[in-house]
């Protein structure tokens, strides 16, 4: 099982468009790669379907959440305030991973499940998160920093390309 997660490094208060947006984004891809979806640190919701029904009312992205709705109805959507070891080994997502940390692609390939986070914002994941984070995933292979729904993107197709093999429903388009 793999999960995307994440992790609200905006007002933890006060529920922004940012907060919905980015989920609406993110929504579709997991959909698409049969990802898993947890949401950490956002305490304005207590029950998934709350986030669905905020995200749907809010968004036209992901055919207005059809694709939320679709993970939420197959048990895909999760509220978490701690990274359970039911999502696997916990992969932080960074520009500048701690080489005593670092994981690579083949690596990641050989995991039962993984949760891999994604801080929401432009500080990226807090550094107490990162610390917690077993392993360091930087997918660029040049520590180029990106933006969080790009690594979202980037990180979704890699790690779906690496465990199911290139030959296997990808396109022909070529990449260059």
Do not use: Q
Request: proline share 2%; charged share 30%; net charge positive.
């Amino acid at each position: 099982m793999i999960t995307l997660c994440l992790v609200n490094t905006y007002d933890k208060l006060k529920l922004h468009e940012a907060h919905l947006r980015s989920i609406a984004r993110i929504a579709p891809i997991c959909y698409a790669f049969d990802f898993h979806l947890a949401l950490y640190d956002f305490p304005f919701w207590k029950k998934e379907e709350e986030v669905v029904k905020d995200v749907c009312e809010y968004t036209t992205i992901g055919e207005g959440g059809r694709y939320l709705r679709e993970l939420y109805e197959r048990g895909k959507v999760h509220i978490i305030d701690s990274f359970e070891s039911r999502f696997g080994e916990v992969i932080a997502t960074t520009s500048n991973p701690e080489e005593s940390k670092r994981i690579s692609l083949e690596d990641v390939a050989e995991l039962r499940s993984a949760i891999f986070l994604f801080g929401l914002g432009r500080k990226g994941l807090p550094k107490d998160v990162l610390k917690k984070a077993k392993y360091h995933f930087e997918a660029t292979g040049k520590n180029v920093s990106l933006e969080t729904c790009t690594a979202i993107g980037v990180v979704a197709a890699l790690i779906w390309v690496v465990r199911h093999g290139r030959h296997k429903n990808v396109s022909k388009t070529r990449i260059l």
